[in-house]
């Protein structure tokens, strides 16, 4: 499973932006797409999880504001909108795979969101 994660760029608070996670290869086999983000100095934290049900889980941080999607293809899609200064950081989407009682995670390169004025 190969991943590319696009769609970051400079927005001003209250903006909006659109991450678009693309995902190619053993995609039927994708049991969840993630989005993570880490910001300057801080640990890695969960933003928003789909699973191949259709099934969303959202950071309380961001619930209300951000919505996950996929289409057909399983490409996923991160709307962020009333976006906060905080939410500054570098995004990277996550796929997990689960094999009998293995699992594998596949992870894009990230994209780079800036919130400021």
């Known amino acids: 499973v190969q991943l590319q994660a696009s769609g970051g760029g400079l927005v001003q608070p209250g903006g909006s932006l659109r991450l678009s996670c693309v995902a190619s290869?053993?995609?039927?086999?994708?049991?969840?797409i993630t989005w993570y983000r880490q910001a300057p100095g801080k640990q890695r934290e969960l933003v928003a999880a789909?699973?191949?049900?259709?099934?969303t889980n959202y950071a309380d941080s961001v619930k209300g504001r951000f919505t996950i999607s996929r289409d057909n293809a399983k490409n996923v899609f991160l709307q962020m909108s009333s976006l906060k200064s905080e939410d500054t950081a570098v995004y990277y989407c996550?796929?997990?795979?689960?094999?009998?009682?293995?699992?594998?995670?596949?992870w894009g390169q990230g994209t780079l969101v800036t919130v400021s004025s």
């Open positions: 996550n796929a997990v795979r689960i094999l009998g009682w293995s699992r594998y995670d596949y």
């Open positions: 290869g053993s995609i039927s086999s994708i049991n969840a």
């Open positions: 789909i699973t191949s049900g259709g099934t």
